[in-house]
């Protein structure tokens, strides 16, 4: 049995080699990856760096402008803004003028109309009237005065009379 402990203690020894060697490997690949890390990170550095200190040179410079231009915007809001209240209130005050006018022209052409006809009904009544009056009058007095001298009315030679109603339009 003493045999199986050495062979036991053999196998053991090298596979603590074995990982030893493994332990070795990682320790080297992780140095070389730190160096070129570092190497990475200082060459970033390099480059980065004025880049950064570049953008921040021309925020620092351009800040007043860009404050300028932002300052100019919400002035010509508030101007454009203003403008737009100004012409609202003149459109609603053309817009108040027009119905206005257009009511007063209603009125107008109402009172027209209402005048032609009042004197439509003066005219009918002062003028028509009494001529029909007047039309039956005479119709009156020419069917009695033919009457009482026992005459009749003569009709055209042609045939076509005028008959006895029709008055005068």
Do not use: C, W
Not at 54 to 70: F, G, K
Not at 93 to 100: A, E, F, G, Y
Not at 133 to 158: I, P
């Amino acid at each position: 049995m003493p045999t199986y402990i050495s062979i036991f203690i053999i196998a053991t020894a090298i596979a603590v080699v074995i990982q030893a060697g493994i332990l070795v490997g990682l320790f080297v690949t992780v140095f070389k990856t730190t160096r070129r890390v570092e190497s990475l990170a200082a060459e970033v550095k390099t480059k980065a760096i004025p880049t950064f200190e570049s953008a921040q040179s021309m925020m620092t410079e351009l800040r007043p402008r860009i404050t300028e231009i932002v300052t100019n915007v919400d002035e010509s809001a508030r101007m454009a803004r203003a403008q737009m209240e100004r012409l609202d209130v003149t459109v609603s005050d053309i817009v108040d003028r027009t119905r206005l006018q257009v009511i007063r022209a209603d009125e107008l052409v109402t009172r027209t109309m209402d005048r032609v006809e009042e004197t439509s009904d003066m005219v009918h009544k002062t003028v028509i009237s009494p001529i029909r009056q007047l039309s039956g009058l005479m119709t009156g007095l020419s069917a009695g005065l033919e009457y009482f001298l026992g005459r009749r009315r003569r009709q055209r030679g042609d045939g076509v009379g005028v008959p006895q109603d029709e008055l005068f339009i």
